[in-house]
């Protein structure tokens, strides 16, 4: 055979080759520009629990960082109901293109230990973990002035000598306001009613009002109660002091070594976001966090930066979901109210 027979079909395969690799270069082409054209449109960041609450709080310190390095609106909506599971409902559902986001609490995996029945999603298959935003020093445990205790231990006293009478309120099953008294019902074996509320708001205005005894509150929402002498502190859940209320003990100091709880706030999408995309909102969120003016701010209302990767807030949230469960076991074995 001829040479130059020979190599034509070298050429033609060499060019075959280049137009394949051309072609699978371009097809990847809008992946990486759907990483770098991100975001496109206005982006709407749901809440589930009310303006003036510490998650709206947090949202709206986040949101004008956020939107400047996007180069895109944000839009808050509150879709307040059911501890946060409507709000979570709505994100589980929107298209994953990066543009929904949810900003939520602990309350994404309480929810499903403490109501597995009436929680339509799983909160780690149906979702995409961005990062932990902040997390809290703990829960403040208040009671209306009227109640003639400066302790934990005189308010258990107080309790098991009117067994029923008192009563504390809460957000719904699984909402660390209701976890907070389920807990301390569980640990001193005391009979503490539950009124249920739509939103921390509603249950720290009936506070105020004498409506109800006492109440587990966020430190930025029990600050003003406190200040305004609207309610009384008897301890914080975490394992340390908190330096907003230093002579304030926790639990652990007020007698109760297994009470421990804090609360901590994260940043959903949809299921199916792209990595890229999460890897952007992402690096966005903690150069926002890492800003001195949210750091100032957040030790003010009583919060540390989450400073998690993605994949260590996957594993958080797993393990959270975990204790959350066993939790649920516990108190609900130990006759805490269902409803």
Known sequence: ????????????????????????????????????????????????????????????????????????????????????????????????????????????????????????????????????????????HLVHPSIPARTVQEFVALARKHPGKLTYGAAGVGNILHIGAEMLKSVTQTDIRYVQYKGAAQATNDLMGGHIDTLFLTTPVAMPLIKGGKARPLAITGPIRWKGLPDLPTMRESGFPDFDLIGWFGLWLPANVRPEIVARLHAEVERAVADPDIRARFDELGLMPGNMRTDEFNRYVANDLAQMRELARRIMKDGASPN
Request: aromatic share 4%.
């Open 1 to 140: 055979m001829h040479p130059s027979c020979r190599s034509a079909p070298r050429a033609a395969r060499g060019r075959l080759l280049a137009a394949l690799a051309g072609s699978l270069a371009l097809a990847g082409l809008p992946a990486v520009a759907s990483a770098q054209d991100f975001p496109t449109r206005q982006i709407r960041l749901i809440e589930g629990f009310g303006a003036g609450g510490v998650v709206d709080l947090v949202a709206r310190l986040l949101m004008p960082k956020l939107s400047a390095a996007l180069g895109q609106p944000i839009i808050l909506e509150n879709r307040v109901g059911a501890a946060g599971v409507i709000a979570s409902s709505t994100v589980a559902k929107a298209p994953p293109d990066g543009h929904t986001w949810l900003i939520t609490t602990g309350s994404h995996t309480s929810n499903t230990a403490f109501n597995p029945a009436g929680v339509p999603y799983d909160p780690i298959r149906d979702f995409t973990a961005v990062t932990q935003i902040a997390r809290t020093y703990g829960m403040v």
